[in-house]
């Protein structure tokens, strides 16, 4: 089970990895450097897929197979069959600041959050079937890695300047969140990242400056820890057919000799020896 090297484009923040099963491709992102990834397991293939002209946050993926992209500064757009098309130009009440994690929810509505800056804080906002938004969550530092329990009663949350891993109870006839509780309190092995749900549901939270993921149990115990060579693993997420290979997104790749010689590269793990498995992430039906 040890990690195997995908690919090295030393990212300055490699993230939000998602399996898209239309195609059944990877797709991830370098934040500051605007670039949308692709990786073709069946041919073993990847590549730049495409230059954005600004920087992608995060982004799902609609149930067509194109990719809804949350930017910076604060706006949402389309790449569709490598065609890239504002929706919101930008948020003004966001005052420029950018977009981090986002995630599709059950019914296809959209989580997006934002950074604090010199400005102030971020928000967490809820984008609605028709392209409504509003925002639903403020006084936020970063924004981050979000899943929902297998049931769908309930959302985690991740600020990863408050070290913590939040849960809400989720509506999911409204998108409602209410009942805001602490799910883990993560002082040990770096900043909480992105993170993703299993088939058991277990919690996998990556950790930037922690060189692993970190899985918990639905009740919140920790329960082990992925070891990466990578000093700031930032995201992670199954796929393949069976979602039994999980793929790892990393930062640091402006500068290996600090954060490792693979900083910044995309690994996988084969998780099927441990019984281990995802769940298909949702598809965003925004209409655009």
Same mark, same amino acid.
């Given at each position: 089970m040890s990690p195997e090297l995908i690919a090295d484009y030393a990212n300055e923040c490699g993230e939000g990895p998602l399996w898209n099963p239309v195609d059944k491709k990877l797709y991830w992102v370098d934040i500051p450097n605007a670039q949308v990834y692709r990786y073709d397991p069946a041919s073993d293939k990847h590549e730049l897929y495409y230059q954005a002209p600004n920087g992608?946050?995060?982004?799902?993926?609609?149930s067509d197979g194109s990719l809804l992209c949350f930017m910076d500064p604060a706006g949402m757009a389309i790449l569709e069959n490598g065609k890239f098309r504002y929706l919101i130009d930008e948020i003004k009440e966001e005052q420029g600041r950018k977009f981090n994690?986002?995630?599709?929810?059950?019914?296809? &509505?959209?989580?997006?959050? #934002?950074?604090?800056? *010199? *400005?102030? /804080?971020? &928000?967490?906002?809820r984008f609605n079937l028709d392209? #409504?938004?509003?925002?639903?969550?403020?006084?936020?530092?970063?924004?981050n890695g979000?899943?929902?329990?297998?049931?769908? /009663? /309930?959302?985690?949350?991740?600020? *990863?300047t408050e070290y913590r891993i939040d849960i809400f109870d989720y509506d999911i006839k409204t998108g409602d969140l209410s009942n805001r509780k602490t799910f883990?309190?993560?002082?040990?092995?770096?900043?909480p990242d992105g993170m993703t749900v299993d088939s058991h549901g277990n919690i996998w939270s990556a950790r930037f400056?922690?060189?692993?993921?970190? /899985?918990y149990t639905a009740s919140g115990v920790l329960e082990s820890k992925l070891d990466i060579p990578m000093r700031?693993?930032? *995201?992670?997420?199954?796929?393949?057919?069976?979602?039994?290979?999980?793929?790892?997104?990393?930062?640091g790749g402006e500068d290996k000799a600090l954060n490792g010689e693979y900083a910044g590269a995309l690994y996988r793990v084969d998780v099927s020896d441990l019984g281990v498995s995802g769940v298909p992430e949702f598809f965003s039906r925004i209409v655009v």
């Open positions: 992608i946050g995060g982004f799902t993926i609609q994690d986002v995630i599709a929810d059950p019914v296809g &509505r959209v989580f997006a959050g #934002t950074i604090e800056d *010199s *400005s102030g /804080k971020g &928000r967490l906002y392209g #409504t938004f509003k925002p639903i969550l403020d006084g936020i530092g970063i924004s979000m899943g929902f329990t297998l049931d769908k /009663k /309930k959302m985690y949350y991740t600020d *990863s883990v309190q993560t002082p040990e092995g770096g900043l400056g922690g060189y692993g993921v970190y /899985k700031n693993t930032t *995201s992670l997420i199954f796929g393949g057919e069976h979602y039994n290979q999980m793929y790892i997104t990393s930062a």
